[in-house]
């Protein structure tokens, strides 16, 4: 059957690029051969999806549950072989038309529509949305698609609650105007990932009828990121993360500037790339600084456990979180982390496996750094006590079955508990 475009756009039945296919007609219930209820995930992006959320789709499967998931793919290799992977676990993909930083006012009425259409076609148990633009419209188009049950998960506050320009302040009234619109549905969690972000939304009143509940993130994976010694030579500072300033980028690179002046033995390494976000750091400075011999830039990596295993120090002085991953991963590797004092970021270490210091300033970060550079047996210790807080807390089969049970709750599989 040749595949309709609708006015808005889209491919309405051949639009499920990766999926299936919906018979005319007969739109599928909530739970398919065998009683399982359909699973929806939907994010941002597609690299996302197995970065993050690819080991509960993996144990929602095995839980009973029908995995499908959902995003946005450019045409770029990160995202093709994240679909490519999720295609080899059996997960059903569907595209979506959504720009993370788009404003067209076509467009995001594109990508609501498709998700109308989505959950009309494959008409799911549950739908768990991550982020803020699949949480706004996912929320609706749940709503009004009669979806039995909804989690809403707010990772971290997002670049639209730190910008306090003029243009940044009407952004947030209107995000928060179309938060307290959307988030409504007679079975919602709204999920956090620490407790300042979910206090924030409570005393906005966002999502108010909802279950609050808070997961300490996505999960670490103790066996790929195991502990090794820390490798012999000059000590590596890395800061694995997008390359915004939002992650403290500049704060970072001005903290190597003045080690390497003082002659400090260190080397500096950004890890990560700029993408799509108003605050991503500029390819040409970031050009200049490595010209400059201030820090080196090694891209995105999909070997981050080799990465963080040649590394001496974790550095992350973001200006705010949802729970950091990288942090997760640093704990889970035995490395010493220096990070700032804000929500998320110190919600992932504890006093014994982490320097805090203040968000936004250079040398409150130039003396931690220079302390953990002259101190390998500090650096040790505080690598153990990171793996020990990472095997106790952030383990992601721990934090899928947590993921899990709140599903259960919702769909009234299990009782539910506040």
Same mark, same amino acid.
């Given at each position: 059957?040749?595949?309709?475009?609708?006015?808005?756009?889209?491919?309405?039945?051949?639009? @499920?690029?990766?999926?299936?296919?919906?018979?005319?007609?007969?739109?599928?219930?909530?739970?398919?051969?065998?009683?399982?209820?359909? $699973?929806?995930?939907?994010?941002?992006?597609?690299? /996302?999806?197995?970065?993050?959320?690819?080991?509960?789709?993996? +144990?929602?499967?095995?839980?009973? %549950?029908?995995?499908?998931?959902?995003?946005?793919?450019? &045409?770029?290799?990160?995202?093709?072989?994240?679909?490519?992977?999720?295609?080899?676990?059996?997960?059903? %993909?569907?595209?979506?038309?959504?720009?993370?930083?788009?404003?067209?006012?076509?467009?995001?009425?594109?990508?609501?529509?498709?998700?109308?259409? @989505? %959950?009309?076609?494959?008409?799911?148990?549950?739908?768990?949305?991550?982020? =803020?633009?699949?949480? =706004?419209?996912?929320?609706?188009?749940?709503?009004?698609?009669?979806?039995?049950? #909804?989690?809403?998960?707010? &990772?971290?506050?997002?670049?639209? !609650?730190?910008?306090?320009?003029?243009?940044?302040?009407?952004?947030?009234?209107?995000?928060?105007? *179309? %938060? +307290?619109?959307?988030?409504?549905?007679?079975?919602?969690?709204?999920?956090?990932?620490?407790?300042?972000?979910?206090?924030?939304?409570? *005393? @906005?009143? $966002?999502?108010?009828?909802?279950?609050?509940? =808070?997961?300490?993130?996505?999960?670490?994976?103790?066996?790929? /990121?195991?502990?090794?010694?820390?490798?012999?030579?000059?000590?590596?500072?890395?800061?694995?993360?997008? @390359?915004?300033?939002?992650?403290?980028?500049?704060? /970072?690179?001005?903290?190597?500037?003045?080690?390497?002046?003082?002659?400090?033995?260190?080397? !500096?390494?950004? #890890?990560?790339?700029?993408?799509?976000?108003?605050?991503?750091?500029?390819?040409?400075? $970031?050009?200049?600084?490595?010209?400059?011999?201030?820090?080196?830039?090694?891209?995105?990596?999909?070997?981050?456990?080799? #990465?963080?295993?040649?590394?001496?120090?974790?550095?992350?002085?973001?200006?705010?979180?949802?729970?950091?991953?990288?942090?997760?991963?640093?704990?889970?590797?035995?490395?010493?982390?220096?990070?700032?004092?804000?929500?998320?970021?110190?919600?992932?270490?504890?006093?014994?496996?982490?320097?805090?210091?203040?968000?936004?300033?250079?040398?409150?970060?130039?003396?931690? $750094?220079?302390?953990?550079?002259?101190?390998?047996?500090?650096?040790?210790?505080?690598?153990?006590?990171?793996?020990?807080?990472?095997?106790?807390?952030?383990?992601?089969?721990?934090?899928?079955?947590?993921?899990?049970?709140?599903?259960?709750?919702?769909?009234?599989?299990?009782?539910?508990?506040?």
């Amino acid at each position: 059957m040749r595949a309709r475009r609708g006015w808005w756009g889209w491919r309405r039945s051949a639009s @499920l690029r990766h999926g299936e296919p919906g018979r005319a007609g007969a739109p599928l219930s909530g739970t398919v051969a065998g009683g399982r209820p359909r $699973l929806l995930l939907v994010v941002n992006h597609a690299a /996302f999806l197995v970065s993050h959320r690819l080991p509960l789709l993996l +144990r929602a499967r095995e839980a009973g %549950y029908d995995v499908e998931a959902a995003a946005a793919d450019d &045409a770029v290799s990160r995202d093709a072989t994240a679909v490519a992977v999720l295609r080899d676990h059996g997960i059903v %993909y569907h595209r979506l038309p959504l720009s993370r930083a788009g404003r067209d006012p076509r467009a995001e009425w594109r990508a609501y529509r498709a998700l109308r259409t @989505l %959950y009309a076609t494959r008409r799911p148990a549950l739908a768990h949305h991550v982020t =803020i633009k699949p949480v =706004i419209y996912g929320t609706t188009a749940a709503r009004r698609g009669r979806v039995p049950a #909804v989690v809403n998960a707010v &990772a971290g506050l997002g670049a639209v !609650f730190l910008d306090q320009s003029a243009a940044g302040r009407l952004q947030r009234r209107l995000v928060l105007a *179309a %938060y +307290r619109r959307s988030v409504r549905h007679p079975r919602l969690a709204m999920l956090f990932q620490n407790d300042a972000d979910a206090s924030a939304f409570r *005393a @906005l009143r $966002l999502g108010a009828a909802a279950e609050h509940a =808070i997961i300490r993130g996505s999960g670490v994976d103790l066996a790929a /990121f195991a502990p090794s010694p820390e490798p012999t030579g000059t000590p590596l500072v890395v800061l694995p993360a997008r @390359l915004l300033r939002d992650k403290g980028v500049t704060e /970072f690179v001005g903290a190597a500037a003045i080690l390497r002046a003082r002659g400090v033995a260190a080397r !500096f390494a950004l #890890v990560g790339e700029p993408d799509a976000n108003p605050s991503a750091i500029p390819r040409e400075l $970031l050009a200049q600084w490595v010209q400059a011999g201030t820090v080196e830039h090694w891209g995105h990596r999909d070997d981050m456990p080799a #990465v963080l295993a040649a590394s001496s120090i974790v550095c992350l002085p973001s200006y705010r979180e949802g729970l950091p991953k990288a942090l997760l991963e640093a704990a889970a590797s035995a490395r010493a982390v220096v990070t700032t004092d804000v929500p998320g970021c110190r919600d992932a270490v504890s006093g014994e496996s982490a320097l805090l210091v203040p968000p936004r300033a250079i040398e409150p970060l130039v003396d931690a $750094l220079a302390m953990l550079l002259a101190s390998p047996a500090r650096r040790a210790s505080m690598g153990e006590a990171g793996r020990a807080l990472a095997e106790a807390r952030f383990g992601v089969e721990a934090i899928a079955s947590q993921t899990l049970a709140l599903y259960e709750r919702l769909l009234g599989r299990a009782p539910r508990t506040h």
